[in-house]
């Protein structure tokens, strides 16, 4: 875990993300340490605005989503051709 907090620090001080960092760190902000909208602007204002709500809206839509009633899993051995 710490790991991955060092590489979201990381893509916090650059000063010009490009829109796939900024997509990770609203993610990780909104998914793993629960922060709300406001709060993820609140905490990059440095950024370009239209980035970051973009970011927020596809992050909002995914987790808006069903979670699958079922995982399935392939007991098989994948087919050598």
């Known amino acids: 875990m710490l790991d991955v907090q060092a590489s979201m620090n990381e ?3 650059k ?3 490009t829109q ?3 997509h990770k760190y609203v993610r990780y ?3 793993v340490q629960n ?3 406001e709060r ?6 440095d950024w370009s605005l239209d980035k970051v709500e973009t970011a927020i809206k ?3 839509r995914a987790n808006n989503q069903p979670r699958p009633k ?6 098989k051995e994948p087919l050598d051709s």
Request: no cysteine; charged share 25%.
């Open 11 to 13: 893509i916090r001080y």
């Open 15 to 17: 000063l010009e993300p």
């Open 20 to 22: 796939i960092e900024v």
């Open 29 to 31: 902000l909104m998914n």
């Open 35 to 37: 922060y709300s909208a």
């Open 40 to 45: 993820v602007m609140e905490k990059v204002p």
């Open 58 to 60: 596809d992050v909002e």
């Open 70 to 75: 079922r995982y399935y899993v392939s007991l």
